[in-house]
């Protein structure tokens, strides 16, 4: 029989992956909303789609059902807006969206790096959190500046991702070959 393994110690092994950090958005009875969310994953370029993953016990997870909902990809200088979503009301956060007379369609978050535009695909439960994909039909690089970037999450705490350098770049050759064999395994 194994062991039961302690949330603690999942959380602090899992922590050492490091991510992006970004806000879900989304409109609830006309009303901005938002989740600060670091789970979000590319799912499938063909059809497009996107995952985030809520906590069963966010608001955001019982008012994302059914709902168009955007992923804003912060920049290193958002941090108060993540705070801010996350539960941890900032001051400094007065109106962060940029508004449009979009009805239904979510909000987007002004400065941020990027955003996705995802229309509700499938729901999934997943332990104590739900995983939401959704079918991206909308996107925009806002801050193109090469400058500029990503707010991280790395061992429980925002960190800068400070270069933008590659270590390693594919060749046209691998990439093709790669495309191909969309099966590969070891």
């Known amino acids: 029989m194994m ?17 992006g950090v970004t806000v879900v958005t989304y409109r609830a009875d006309g009303v901005p909303r938002g989740a600060t969310v670091n789970s979000f994953t590319s799912v499938s370029l ?36 993540a705070l801010h979503f996350a539960g941890v009301p900032q001051p400094s956060v007065r109106n962060p969206f940029i508004e449009a007379d979009a009805g239904d369609e979510p909000p987007v978050l002004q400065g941020c790096l990027a955003y996705i535009v995802c229309d ?12 939401f994909i959704g079918e991206v039909v909308g996107l925009s690089e806002v801050q193109p500046d090469a400058e500029q970037r990503p707010l991280g999450f790395f061992g429980g705490q ?17 990439i093709a070959a790669m495309q191909q064999s969309l099966s590969f395994s070891w």
């Open 120 to 131: 509700p695909w499938a729901v999934h439960d997943a332990g104590d959190h739900k995983l």
């Open 158 to 174: 925002f960190c800068r991702v400070e270069s933008g350098e590659r270590i390693w770049a594919a060749n046209n050759e691998l």
């Open 3 to 19: 062991t039961r393994i302690s949330p603690l110690e999942l959380r602090r092994v899992f922590g050492k992956f490091a991510t």
């Open 46 to 81: 063909d059809p497009p789609l996107a995952l985030v993953s809520l906590s069963r016990r966010a608001k955001a997870c019982e008012n994302l059902h059914g709902r168009q909902f955007a992923i804003n990809i912060l920049t290193v200088d958002q941090r108060n807006l």
